[in-house]
């Protein structure tokens, strides 16, 4: 590696572990759950990087401040990557909001379902090519941790389509994302064998470590095994752009958290309530 591009590298690696070290831990957002009110919400993110964003005392000013303080993080880690390596963070960071804005307009009567699996293949075929520009231990890493973002969405449609819904297990299957980490399709078929939740739970633990009793609790466990997998590169070496790339998915994960715990709070729930709302306590 070039002397300069080593410097260049080492200065974003850096970077990235000052910012991770900044994360909220559980503990942070437990005490945020419990806010009595968005001001005492912002108070006590005085402290925290996302202060400098917020400055209206309001759902929307908050939300407004999240979304700002994100963009900024995206910005400050990918503005010094050449156009190619942007691809991948532009992609995955910025088009999949649009994906469901194209499924709406695109959408006539009777058709959806086609049209919904035109844009997922397209924009899976994307995030390939936008892979293929990294070197082959970066492709597997990127495979790895993207991978694993669609098993959420995958596992997420098999107990709402396969178990609340009751679908076949062809229909749970046909609305499945065509991108699998862990969990491939020919799992997934298997999995869709399950009747109940807690039979998904125990056919789940081998590949997630633990098991759960309710939605709440596989919510919660399904994002630790998304999360431990995000921080699985953060080990290795040399340096991977896989990490400016998990990190903004971290910020990303708490920033949802962040979201619903200001709406729980907007709407005057319980902080055990708020706090089953999020995934990272």
């Known amino acids: 590696m070039p002397l300069a591009k080593a410097a260049e590298y080492g200065y974003l690696s850096a970077k990235c572990h000052v910012l991770r070290s900044r994360l909220l831990d559980g503990e942070k957002l437990k005490e945020l759950s419990a806010s009595r009110s968005i001001g005492e919400f912002t108070g006590a993110l005085s402290a925290t990087p996302y202060a400098a964003f917020i400055s209206d005392i309001s759902l929307e000013g908050v939300h407004h401040g999240l979304m700002a303080a994100f963009s900024y993080q995206n910005h400050r880690l990918t503005r010094d990557l050449a156009k190619r390596q942007k691809a991948i963070f532009r992609l995955f960071f910025n088009e999949k909001y649009a994906l469901l804005d194209q499924k709406i307009a695109g959408r006539t009567a009777g058709n959806e379902e086609q049209v919904f699996h035109r844009i997922d293949k397209e924009y899976i075929g994307k995030i390939e090519k936008g892979i293929g520009h990294f070197s082959p231990s970066e492709q597997r890493q990127f495979r790895k941790i993207i991978g694993s973002y669609f098993d959420l969405l995958n596992l997420y449609n098999l107990v709402k389509l396969r178990l609340l819904y009751g679908l076949s297990v062809e229909e749970t299957l046909s609305n499945m994302f065509p991108y699998t980490g862990k969990f491939t399709l020919p799992l997934l078929n298997e999995l869709c064998g399950a009747k109940k939740l807690q039979e ?13 009793e309710d939605y709440e609790t596989f919510r919660k466990v399904l994002y630790r095994y998304h999360r431990s997998t995000l921080l699985s590169v953060w080990s290795g070496y040399p340096f991977s752009l896989t990490l400016p790339f998990s ?5 990303e994960l708490e920033i949802s958290d962040l979201k619903a715990i200001v709406e729980g709070i907007a709407f005057g729930l319980e902080s055990k309530e708020i706090s089953l709302m999020t995934v990272g306590s």
């Open 200 to 212: 998904l739970s125990v056919a789940l633990q081998p590949y997630l470590g633990e098991t759960f």
């Open 247 to 251: 990190l903004l998915r971290l910020i």
